[in-house]
């Protein structure tokens, strides 16, 4: 199993739409979860850290099941700007360093 | 937050040459950084994690000798890709992390092409 698994996307939606990204992770004893996101040709920009009692941002509120070891990231009305890839990413197993998913890429159309 | 720069940001250069990344924490002390490699459409893929003062930490299959890491200082590390090959072309990304907590701050890439 891959230590971090996502929906493999795209997701094509209309502005003001809701749409929701899904994460699973293999690593039980992570304790650390994020969302990235990741314009084309840039660097990833940390989105959201994601805690156990889920939390919210604005348009956007993270999930996290330990007993699933699934994470979720739900963007409310979506806007073009929001047009980006994705990443979950959690620590790897020494607790050391990041590991990333494949990405989730999102269009936002008008 | 804290500002990670990464030079160059981009180099193209011949098959067989060495290219010399840099990345620099320029508002925190980074004891350890990150050097990732992203190809097309694809995850970013974790390279090696160095400590300053200490040799690096290579993840599985990646090349120690072919791909030199150097964290000299708390705000410098380097990545040196020696003989580089067309297969080497791909998007380098730094990060670093402060003594304290856990986030990670990205520099901004750098795209090598190698001909």
């Known amino acids: 199993r891959k230590e971090v698994e996502q929906d493999p996307g795209p997701f094509n939606v209309p502005e003001g739409a809701t749409v929701a990204f899904n994460c699973t992770y293999s690593?039980?004893?992570?304790?650390?979860f994020f969302w990235y996101r990741q314009d084309c040709r840039k660097e990833p920009k940390l989105l959201m850290s994601?805690?156990?009692s889920g939390n919210e941002d604005g348009r956007f509120t993270a999930q996290l099941n330990r007993a699933s070891q699934y994470i979720s990231l739900l963007i409310r009305d979506s806007k073009l700007s929001d047009s980006a890839t994705y990443l979950c990413?959690?620590?790897?197993?020494?607790?050391?360093?990041?590991?990333f998913g494949k990405g989730t890429t999102l269009s936002v159309s008008s | 937050g804290a500002v990670v720069s990464q030079h160059p940001s981009w180099v193209i250069c011949k098959s067989g040459t060495s290219v010399k990344i840099e990345c620099r924490s320029l508002?925190?002390?980074?004891?350890?950084m990150f050097w990732y490699r992203q190809f097309p459409k694809q995850s970013l893929m974790l390279m090696a994690t160095?400590?300053?003062?200490?040799?690096?930490?290579?993840e599985q299959g990646v090349e120690k000798d072919k791909f030199l890491i150097n964290h000299a200082s708390l705000t410098l590390s380097t990545l040196t890709v020696t003989s580089a090959h067309p297969e080497d072309s791909s998007f380098y990304i730094c990060?670093?992390?402060?003594?304290?907590?856990?986030?990670?701050?990205f520099g901004p890439g750098t795209r090598l092409l190698v001909l």
């Open positions: 994601v805690y156990s």
């Open positions: 690593n039980s004893a992570s304790q650390s």
């Open positions: 990413v959690v620590f790897n197993q020494a607790g050391t360093a990041l590991i």
């Open positions: 990060s670093a992390r402060g003594a304290t907590g856990d986030t990670q701050y």
């Open positions: 508002d925190f002390q980074a004891t350890t």
């Open positions: 160095s400590n300053e003062g200490s040799k690096a930490t290579y």
